[in-house]
């Protein structure tokens, strides 16, 4: 009998052994994990690689490297989610970045710049699916004193936070300068085209998606009698095979006779005349601006357009140009709201911050279409698009 418990005795002292054996073993490679993972998301290790030179240089100009506040946000802060499923899944997902590391992927600057734009969607969607989780760990509306803020945040915060928003809606080029976002804007370009070729034949109000020429006859030529600025409002007269006559409405001021505006008073270009279709225009009502003293003339156009030019919803133009302001306005600031300034006010405030972007002519007139249709002197019924 005392051979069994000596038997026993040994048997549970073999496990007690093996059991803090393993608790052991089990704390080393829990440690050993934690310390692998903690040191692959510092900022030394992060900026260790060659190819991260450039976003580090991007990143030790903003705020988030150096401010005021002495705060710093580091990689990690703003990169490596911290609940732990999502933790994990990144630290595995950046096993790719070591591969693009041993392959040469970006490892020059024409290389790196080849690629931002793919890099940094990446992020944003990364951040738009987690509601900027990363950035939230250390902004919290909640806790935003928006009355001690600078008067564009406390202007734009409270409607961020009512309509829901998340940071990178509105903070795209916090720590990193904005990649070119040409191609982003030719793809929406692309999306809306497409969107008018399938306008019903049946529509009779039409707005133009770009900058279109326009004629006197339902023949093309070489030499057009004018353009149409993009999202101007036209109504269908009658359709020839592929060609359109359509009404246009718009405002001249007295003794200029080579454009058409919007509304009247304000410089938002509807129409641009040339010398056949200046003859061709009737004024409808003359008016006199009480506080200018100007003389505006209401008048109308009869041009023929091809039906390919023309969509039914102009919440599409809208939606297009909204992308355009996003990608290309959050470099410096956040979004800037619409009715900030008014509509004349928008011409300089376009033309002077387009420059930093990689928006083209044409895109740059869609962002002044819209902006100015949506400013704080124009009617109810355009700013509710918004």
Not at 210 to 231: A, C, I, R, V, Y
Not at 355 to 375: D, F, P, W
Request: proline share 3%; with cysteine.
């Amino acid at each position: 009998m005392s051979k069994n418990l000596t038997k026993r005795t040994s048997r549970r002292k073999i496990v007690i052994v093996a059991m803090l054996i393993g608790i052991a073993l089990g704390a080393i490679l829990l440690a050993g994990t934690a310390t692998v993972m903690h040191k692959t998301s510092d900022m030394e290790f992060c900026v260790s690689c060659h190819t991260m030179q450039q976003p580090l240089a991007e990143y030790q100009g903003s705020v988030h490297f150096q401010n005021s506040k002495g705060i710093r946000a580091e990689c990690a802060d703003c990169h490596v989610p911290h609940q732990p499923v999502s933790y994990l899944a990144t630290k595995i997902g950046a096993l790719k970045d070591v591969w693009g590391e041993m392959t040469g992927k970006i490892d020059t600057p024409e290389k790196y710049e080849a690629h931002k734009l793919e890099m940094a969607q990446n992020v944003w969607d990364g951040l738009k699916k987690s509601d900027s989780a990363t950035c939230r760990s250390c902004h919290d509306f909640k806790a935003m004193d928006v009355l001690a803020q600078k008067p564009e945040a406390r202007n734009q915060h409270p409607v961020a936070m009512k309509a829901g928003d998340t940071c990178i809606d509105c903070h795209k080029g916090v720590a990193h300068i904005l990649p070119n976002m040409s191609g982003l804007a030719a793809a929406g370009a692309s999306q809306l085209a497409s969107a008018a070729a399938k306008t019903p034949a049946s529509a009779t109000t039409l707005y133009t998606i770009q900058t279109q020429p326009f004629w006197l006859s339902d023949k093309m030529s070489e030499h057009n009698d004018g353009n149409l600025m993009p999202s101007t409002e036209v109504k269908v007269v009658k359709r020839e095979g592929e060609m359109v006559l359509v009404d246009v409405d718009g405002w001249q001021q007295d003794g200029v006779s080579e454009a058409l505006y919007a509304a009247q008073g304000k410089r938002i270009l509807s129409v641009l005349l040339g010398e056949e279709a200046r003859k061709q225009v009737k004024t409808l009502d003359t008016l006199t601006d009480k506080e200018t003293k100007q003389v505006w003339h209401q008048v109308a156009l009869q041009v023929w357009l091809p039906a390919k030019s023309l969509i039914n919803d102009q919440q599409k133009i809208w939606s297009y140009a909204t992308d355009l302001m996003a990608n290309n306005c959050t470099g410096c600031h956040g979004l800037t709201a619409l009715d900030r300034f008014n509509a004349n006010q928008w011409i300089g405030v376009v033309k002077g911050m387009s420059g930093r972007t990689s928006l083209s002519e044409e895109q740059v007139r869609i962002l002044t279409q819209y902006v100015q249709k949506h400013a704080s002197d124009m009617a109810p019924a355009a700013t509710a698009e918004k």
